[in-house]
Structures are given as C-alpha cells and as structure tokens.
C-alpha cells in the first residue's frame, strides 16, 4: 500500500490549494493533503465471493451498504467503497451504462442550477471537477457513476443521487465495465 499512500500525496499535492468550485463547494472549507484525511480500510478495491444470478459484468450497488460490486462471474466480483446520493437523492433501480467518459466536463443540470445558482454552468475535465477521472453514464437518467475530486465522501451520502468512487478506483472500474453493462442500484 506504499504506492497507494504516494499516490495520495501526489494527488494531495496536485491538488492542494485549487479552489473547488461547482458540486465541490464544500471542500472550500477542507484543508487537502494526505494527512488531513484517511479513507476507512473497509472501503479499499478487494475481490470478494459473490453470489448473484446475475451475468458476468453486471453492476450490483448497495446505497445502504454504500458498496458496488462489478460481478466477474464465477462467484468473483471486485467491491468498491462508494459514496451516495443525500437524504431526498437516493434512488433505486436497474439501468444500463450507455456512455463512457474519461476526465468528462460537467455541465450540472437545470435542478441542480435552480438549488445551487453559484455553480457554474460547464466545468471542464480535470483533477478538481466534480466528476473526477471517469464517468459511466447511466441510461436516459441524470445519474453517473463516476470518480470524485473529494475522496473523503467515500463511505458518505453527500451527493445529489450519483454514485462516487475515488478517481483511483473509478479508473479500474472503468477497465471492466462495458456500454449495455446492466446496473443494479438497491
């Protein structure tokens, strides 16, 4: 876990001092840097036994349990630690991924505008937007699953109904899941 701890502080660094802006305003107020947060262990990237009758490659996300699992078939799958949408943004049902995204530029939407008229209406990809390194696009919704420019969410419900991993973890899940993956939100 050397790797990982450098790659914190290397994201830390990169990162510390932007002025988030958008879905990320509360990280405004969040001294960043690698020993100003810990993600729990219980979160970490782990294959797990999997039991679903699901088929290989199908996403299972549990919003209470706040994990995903990207099931690989024969009773494997790889578990994420993810964060959930808030109290009124929590949601529930199946989807399909229809569109893949690297470093995607945000464009909240009208909703969210009207809630929160300080954001700004297009962000551009990169290390502080709010959808982090990958987004998978979720059916004709408003929903993603994507990466996170605030890592310490993991775990958490703070967001307006998308699922968060950190940008190391979106990035894995990016590599297996396909466009037309089914994905099961309990």
Known sequence: MQFRTLALAALATAVAGTAFSGAAIAAKKFN???QTWKLDRKFDRKEVTFSTDEKPGTIIISTRRKFLWYYKGNGKAI???I???RWGFKWSGTEKI???ATWPTWRPPKEMLEREPDLPK???GGPDNPLGARALYLGNTLYRIHGTAQPWTIG???SSGCIRLTNENIIDLYKHAQVGAKVIVE
């Open 122 to 124: 297009v962000m551009p």
């Open 83 to 85: 964060g959930v949408g």
């Open 156 to 158: 958490t419900a703070v």
């Open 79 to 81: 578990r994420y630690g």
């Open 98 to 100: 229809t569109r893949k």
């Open 32 to 34: 960043f840097s690698a």
